[in-house]
């Protein structure tokens, strides 16, 4: 019998896991569904967790050294903070016309805000509260916490995923720079590793229906009662239009122009990542598998992917930084607030790093958004107006920051010309293609 492609199996798991999801509801097994299924869903994204600072130190140092001299790194590094940060721009400014095109907080009445407020106030607070921290901090904050004191005690939290990605670029140039004879054994033992953890992905990618199946099952009866989300639909909706245009026209027309490959090939690559960024929020938790999707379905080399992706995955998000745009204007409008150009201009700005500042997990992007609010001079507790209805958006748009990121390594891959053949390893033996 032909196997079925792992993108659709694992479209079969969220798809078996909604309808498990509403009949649970239906029956009053709420409960159970988060003692019973729930956790598996949890344990299916810890182990993807679990794998992402061993990749991320195996493949990066292996990239590096590969590459064999520094000018190819700065080269590569250059151009993918410039594209990552062209990209962010492009993203905040279709939110932006998304947003006022469609005026979507004008057709908010007063009732519903007023509803929707007293609803969500307490859950929009916490937000306010653990955004206030990171206002406080000093202009430079970012830059001193790229650089860790202790690497064991970076390294021992996934939150710090750029000060390990720091200490490996160090550690791979002093590999480049030593005699290659020395640099040999520690050059295999990362290589050795690096194998390793590609075959954990793929023992863990086995159990991927399974686990997405407990996700969406368990996030369908913990879901807020529907009534709320009409009034939100036409902000939903935009949310989803800006979101539609980057990850189905933008990214496969720049991929088309810059690579010459068709989209066809791009989503048959990238759809499982794209998936699992939907089913767990966070594109850290999808990292290992868009490296490992990037690498051998989309033909970028590993030097380039164990670069670029990891840093996307914690600064490059396109997806939320249209989505801030979108909300903090949707908020604007709801509180019949007239925003001037240059009010909007600075939104680009502010969202721009409020995307790079937001963690790579579920619903980071929210926290960040009170600082875009306080920015602008819109109302922060309007954050309690987006709130009934920002985990689906959530999950919509870390399928964006996702394929945003794998654009990205396929286009640096192309500057740098190496963007080869697709190279399936294990993938074709154990899940079908
Ligand atoms: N969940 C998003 C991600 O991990 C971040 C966000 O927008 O909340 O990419």
């Not at 790194?73 to 947003?99: D, E, P």
């Amino acid at each position: 019998m032909k196997k079925l492609a792992l993108h659709w199996k694992i479209l079969l798991g969220m798809l078996f896991g909604v309808v498990f999801g509403v009949i649970a509801n239906s029956l009053g097994w709420n409960d159970w569904v988060t003692d019973w299924v729930k956790p598996f869903g949890t344990i299916f994204i810890n182990s993807l967790k679990l794998i992402a600072v061993p990749l991320i130190i195996a493949s990066l140092i292996k990239g590096i050294s590969d590459l064999k001299d520094i000018s190819k790194l700065s080269q590569m590094g250059g151009r993918t903070i410039g594209i990552y940060i062209l990209t962010t721009v492009f993203a905040v400014s279709l939110g932006l016309l998304v947003v006022n095109v469609l005026q979507p907080g004008k057709s908010i009445s007063e009732e519903t805000r007023q509803q929707l407020q007293d609803t969500y106030k307490e859950d929009a607070d916490k937000r306010i509260v653990q955004a206030a921290g990171q206002k406080e901090q000093g202009p430079l904050q970012a830059l001193e916490d790229l650089v860790p004191s202790n690497i064991f005690a970076a390294a021992s939290n996934n939150g710090n995923m750029l000060q390990v990605i720091f200490f490996v670029i160090f550690f791979g140039i002093g590999l480049i720079l030593i005699p290659a004879e020395q640099a040999k054994p520690v050059k295999d033992f990362f290589d050795g590793l690096n194998e390793v953890v590609l075959k954990l992905i793929d023992l863990i990618m086995l159990a991927a229906p399974y686990g997405v199946f407990a996700l969406l099952a368990s996030l369908v009866v913990e879901s807020p009662s529907a009534d709320l989300f009409i009034a939100l639909l036409w902000y939903a909706f935009s949310v989803l239009m800006g979101l539609g245009l980057l990850t189905f026209v933008l990214y496969p027309t720049l991929v088309k122009v810059f690579t010459g490959k068709s989209p066809k090939f791009f989503f048959n690559g990238i759809a499982p990542a794209q998936l699992l960024a939907f089913s767990t929020s966070s594109s850290a938790a999808t990292l290992p598998v868009t490296m490992e999707r990037v690498q051998e379905h989309l033909g970028v080399e590993e030097e380039v992917a164990s670069f670029v992706l990891p840093i996307g995955a914690t600064v490059n998000m396109d997806g939320t930084s249209l989505y801030q745009a979108v909300a903090a204007v949707f908020i604007a409008q709801a509180f019949n607030i007239d925003l001037s150009f240059s009010a909007q201009l600075g939104i680009i700005a502010t969202a721009t790093l409020a995307s790079i500042g937001s963690a790579a997990v579920p619903g980071a992007g929210m926290v960040m958004l009170v600082i875009v609010l306080g920015q602008a001079g819109i109302p922060e507790a309007g954050l309690a107006l987006i709130f009934a209805i920002d985990r689906p958006l959530d999950m919509c748009r870390t399928i964006t920051n996702v394929t945003g990121d794998a654009t990205v390594s396929m286009l640096v891959a192309k500057s740098v010309d190496k963007l080869g053949e697709p190279n399936v390893k294990d993938w074709d033996d154990n899940y079908g293609k």
